[in-house]
C-alpha cells in the first residue's frame, strides 16, 4: 500500500504551494502531514485532514477529497523550504503508512 | 516537557543485529503507543511498526515482520527496536516516535544512525 506525492515542487517566495497525496485508503482514513527540514526529525503541520497545529502558520492548510489529501502553503516564506510528508493508515487504522515525500523548494 | 532520547550512533556488519533504546520523559509512559520510523539516506519516511507500552502488544509493516522485535521496560520508560539479520539496505536513521492519536501532538526522538558495512 502506497500513498503518492509528487517528488518535488518549486515555488516562488509569496507564491502559493501545492502538495497532493493520494492513496484509496485516505478516503476511509484520516491523513496527517509533517514537514522535516535537513538533519531534524519530522514535526507534524496538519492533524485529521484539516486541523493545524498550534505553532504553524496559518499559511498551511489541509484539504480532503475522496482519496486525494492536500496540503497548501499561501504566501510560502525561505523557512518553509523542507519536505513534506502525508501520513495515513490502512486496513482498520492500526497500519500506519507515509507517503512518498516531496521537497518544497523556494525560489 | 515530553522528551524522546534515542541511543547513540551504531555501527554493524551484515548479518548483525542492533537494538536501539528510546528513553521517554515528560508523561506517562503506558498511556501512549510508541511507533518506530526509519529513514534511510536521502530517502522517505518508513513506518516499521509499534507497541503498546502497557501490554507490550506490538505490530510491524509487512516488510519488517519477522526481523523487527518491539520491547519495553515500563520501569525506567524505555523502548526498544532490534532489527536482526541487517543488511547495508538497512543503514538508516532509526526513530522512536509518539504519533497523533486523538490529540494533535507527536513527539520524536532526535534518530540513531545504524549503518551497516562490512
Known amino acids: 500500500y502506497e500513498l503518492k506525492q509528487p517528488p518535488s515542487v518549486s515555488v516562488s517566495l509569496g507564491q502559493t504551494a501545492t502538495i497532493t497525496c493520494s492513496g484509496d485508503a485516505l478516503s476511509k482514513q484520516y491523513a496527517y502531514w509533517y514537514q522535516q527540514k535537513p538533519g531534524q526529525a519530522p514535526k507534524m503541520v496538519i492533524f485529521?485532514?484539516?486541523v493545524r497545529l498550534s505553532g504553524i502558520p496559518e499559511r498551511f492548510s489541509g484539504s480532503s477529497s475522496g482519496a486525494v489529501v492536500t496540503l497548501t502553503i499561501t504566501e510560502v516564506q525561505a523557512e518553509d523550504e523542507a519536505d513534506y510528508y502525508c501520513q495515513s493508515a490502512r486496513g482498520n487504522g492500526q497500519y500506519y503508512v507515509f507517503g512518498t515525500g516531496t521537497a518544497v523548494t523556494v525560489l | 516537557q515530553v522528551q524522546f532520547v534515542q541511543s547513540g550512533a551504531q555501527m554493524r556488519e551484515p548479518g548483525a543485529s542492533v537494538k536501539v533504546s528510546c528513553k521517554v520523559s515528560g508523561y506517562i509512559f503506558t498511556e501512549y503507543y510508541l511507533h518506530w520510523v526509519r529513514q534511510a539516506p536521502g530517502q522517505g519516511l518508513e513506518w516499521m511498526g509499534r507497541i503498546n507500552p502497557t501490554s507490550g502488544a506490538s505490530i510491524f509493516a509487512h516488510q519488517f515482520q519477522g526481523r523487527v522485535t518491539l520491547t519495553k521496560d515500563a520501569s525506567i520508560d524505555t523502548a526498544y527496536m532490534e532489527l536482526i539479520n541487517l543488511q547495508p539496505r538497512d543503514t538508516a536513521v532509526y526513530y522512536c516516535?509518539?504519533?497523533?492519536?486523538?490529540?494533535?501532538?507527536?513527539?520524536w526522538g532526535q534518530g540513531t544512525l545504524v549503518t551497516v558495512s562490512s
Open positions: 485529521k485532514d484539516t
Open positions: 516516535a509518539r504519533l497523533a492519536g486523538l490529540e494533535p501532538e507527536d513527539y
